[in-house]
């Protein structure tokens, strides 16, 4: 069938249908007129290897001529553009060794001075006779008007209104204009055939977009600024929709095609726990719970993320899904990223569960307390030798642990739930091979898995990064707490009485976390500022009070001691690294300082700050130092203002774009050339929807060949491997 559907395709080439991406992918570059043997080999530098490659390299801005002003008209102080043509360049070095170079140009209405400073480069790139468009603001010097570093784009010969500017590199020495001139060649030549659209007619005229041909032309040669938009409007959408087709098509497929457990979620050992809770539950985790339990209860195995603040109430929602595991006489296990945690985990489930008895047909009683082990490098020797016994025969009911968890050693009988606590500490790797553990175990079946993130990001990142996975969010604190009030102290007198502020809650019986600043460098430095400002603190702000200091260099007993400590109100204060950062519970803990604030993101600040506000006292949160930049600034700004992870999640997104949110799951975004998780949210949320759509009617994509081609051909095999197995 396939075969004859291609079949049909390649003999109507003849009579020339419009083009699909697959055919300008396998369209090569020698058909451009100018395009010889060397620029062949100076594009593929560039990774433009293909028309389509060509086309799709899209412009990095645009001058508007019809800002223009004329060299004659320009004014003093008032940042214009001006169109002009380079009559001479020359170089200089000055006295404290600086590069200058001064251009002269013209427009035909008068002569203008440029100087640029530290730019040697300019010197090559703007020769005589070049066409150029400049941007800055004019000043006077000597008498005559003259500009200082402005913006520069070559224009070449483009005579259109509205010019693009495309990337350059002057390592491969392609200009803009040469890629403006082939690109234009480009289009010429595929004008008569057309661009085939993927994209059903009735979604365009439902969302206003232009056709695909018309966008390709537009983003390159636009009439009008408004024209550029619609076209980037349009081909960004192509872009969010094959992401959104691939990721919800493969999560899709994978539920078909794997067989997973039909768990109980109602039962003696499940009712026993929700009703020997010392609180009720929070609405969102009452939500949360009916959504996992839904999965559970289903043969398809759960894959879902949940999404929840700091302090919000995870670890309860982990143990119910733990326990509809453990019911039907299954085992369950959760992963946590550090030791600390690790062992803060087997603390809070063990209390949560201390009453709880499971029936056991080997036991005269019928009953027995459930088993709950804790496995990490720590465990050693005979006891460790009976816990992965006591794996491996079914009698554990709970393993908790760290990557100590997915070693070869470890073997379960029947794993039923797999939770893996914050995980953006742990590699995609692991990830999978704890699922894998599950396989190996009798039955075969593949586990439901919990991933657990404290840390928020948008919702259409969300889409995006973990879109083949079902997603719950935890938007709600358990009631009773008190907001944490947050400021940020810059000033040597607000210092000063921060530290009085901070001594008087101490002396109160209170605790403080305070965080040294993060040195990304190396580690050993940080551990040396730590101590650093261990023993300041010591001999000077804390004086007489109990400090500990906790850092990353220190073996994991001596660790685990100063937490004991911290934990049982034998310190104070606690001086550290970022070690601290995620999870950690100490409610008496109601102060935290963080040193040099501006050093770190708004995720990570958030995160400390979640480390306070865990009991009913006031808590508050102290962000250390001058910001060094404007970004610094907003960044500590939005921490004073809000408390709310998501909506901190989505300044930070703001900020700083998405780069730094796709964290290792970038790989698999790379096809986002033109689209922005930012700037184009609406269309994210809109192409997972008609995604949905699509694949509902038409799971194998069967109905819509072209743009399953195009799905295949830009999102490769491995990455959508990659995102599955995460
Ligand atoms: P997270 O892991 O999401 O940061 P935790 O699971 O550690 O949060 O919970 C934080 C604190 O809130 C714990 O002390 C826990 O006992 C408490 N808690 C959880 N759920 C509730 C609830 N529904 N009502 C009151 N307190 C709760
Ligand atoms: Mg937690």
């Known amino acids: 069938m396939a075969a004859d559907s291609r079949c049909i395709r390649t003999s109507s080439a003849l009579s020339n249908p419009p083009l699909t991406l697959r055919d300008l992918d396998q369209l090569g570059l020698e ?14 530098a560039f990774e433009v290897r293909s028309i389509l490659d060509l086309l799709e390299t899209y412009p990095r801005r645009y001058v508007d001529r019809t800002n223009m002003a004329m060299i004659a008209d320009l004014v003093e102080g008032v940042p214009a553009l001006v169109v002009v043509t380079v009559e001479s360049t020359s170089a200089f070095t000055t006295r404290n060794n600086k590069k200058m170079v001064k251009v002269a140009v013209s427009d035909g209405t008068k002569r203008l001075n440029i100087t640029f ?157 929700m009703k020997a809770l010392p609180f ?50 299954h085992q369950a296990a959760i992963m946590a990223p550090t030791e600390v945690l690790a062992d803060q985990h087997a603390l809070g489930i063990r209390a949560l569960l201390a009453a709880l008895t499971v029936s056991d047909d080997s036991n005269l009683f019928g009953d027995r307390t459930l088993r709950i082990e804790l496995l990490t490098n720590k465990v050693t020797g005979e006891q460790r030798r009976n816990i992965l016994a006591g794996i491996a025969d079914g009698s554990v009911d709970i393993a908790i642990g760290t990557h100590a968890l997915i070693q070869d050693s470890v073997n379960f009988k029947s794993l039923g739930v797999v939770v893996v606590d914050e995980q953006h500490r742990f590699g995609v790797e692991q990830r999978s091979r704890l699922r894998d553990k599950a396989q190996e175990s009798e039955h075969g079946l593949v586990p439901d898995v919990l991933v657990m993130t404290a840390t928020p990001i948008p919702r259409t990142a969300a889409m995006t990064v973990y879109g083949d996975l079902d997603v719950s969010v935890l938007d709600e604190l358990p009631p009773g ?8 102290v810059h000033a040597p007198l607000e210092i000063e009485s921060m530290w009085a502020d901070v001594r008087s809650r101490l002396d109160a019986g209170e605790q403080a976390y305070v965080v040294c600043p993060l040195i990304e460098e190396s580690e050993k430095l940080e551990v040396r500022s730590a101590q650093e400002t261990f023993e300041e603190l010591t001999s000077g702000e804390l004086s007489g009070l109990r400090v500990g200091l906790l850092h990353g260099r220190l073996k994991s007993d001596e660790k685990d001691a100063v937490m004991t400590q911290f934990r049982a109100g034998e310190l104070d204060a606690l001086v550290s690294t970022t070690v601290i950062e995620v999870g950690v519970d100490v409610p008496n803990a109601t102060v935290m300082v963080i040193l040099d604030a501006t050093r770190f993101g708004i995720a990570q600040l958030h995160q400390l700050r979640g480390r306070v506000g865990r009991g009913a006292a006031k808590s508050f949160c102290w962000l250390v130092g001058e910001a060094k930049t404007p ?32 964290g290792e799951r970038q790989k698999g975004q790379n096809d986002l050339k033109l689209a922005s998780l930012r700037r184009d949210r609406e269309w994210v949320v809109t192409a997972r929807e008609i995604a949905i759509e699509i694949l509902d009617a038409d799971p194998e994509l069967v109905k819509h060949e072209l743009l399953a081609e195009e799905v295949d051909l830009f999102l490769k095999a491995d990455d959508i491997d990659f995102l599955m197995k995460s």
């Open 481 to 488: 707490r008190t907001p944490i009030s947050t400021s940020w």
């Open 280 to 329: 009720p539950l929070t609405g969102a985790q009452k939500r949360t719970i009916g959504e996992i339990y839904k999965d559970l209860a289903s043969g398809t195995p759960m894959h879902r993320l949940l999404q929840g603040d700091v302090g919000s109430g995870k670890t309860l929602v982990a143990v119910a899904t733990m326990l509809a595991s453990v019911q039907g006489g």
């Open 631 to 662: 970004d610094g600034e907003a960044r500590l700004e939005a921490l004073v203002r809000s408390t709310d992870g998501f909506e901190l999640a989505e300044v930070d997104l703001d900020l700083r774009g998405e780069g730094t949110i796709m």
């Open 31 to 44: 058909r451009i007129k100018g395009v010889g043997p060397k620029t062949l080999v100076a594009l593929e």
């Open 117 to 273: 400073f530290n730019q040697g480069w300019r010197e090559k790139q703007l020769y005589k006779g070049l066409e150029v468009a400049v941007f800055g603001k004019p000043e006077l010097f000597n008498g005559s008007l003259q500009m200082t570093n402005p913006l520069v784009d070559p224009v070449g010969k483009a005579t259109g209104r509205i010019v693009p500017i495309y990337p350059q590199s002057e390592k491969v020495r392609i200009s803009s204009s040469d890629l403006a001139t082939w690109i234009e060649d480009a289009l010429n030549k595929c004008a008569p055939r057309g661009f085939a659209d993927t994209v059903p007619q009735s979604l365009l005229d439902e969302h206003g977009f232009i056709s695909r041909g018309d966008a390709m032309r537009a983003i390159h040669v636009p009439e009008s600024i408004e024209a550029h938009q619609n076209a980037r409007r349009r081909l960004a959408f192509d872009e969010v929709l094959r992401v959104q087709l691939m990721l919800v098509g493969k999560k899709a497929q994978w539920e078909r095609e794997s067989a997973g457990f039909s768990h109980e979620t109602s039962g003696h050992l499940i009712d026993g726990f």
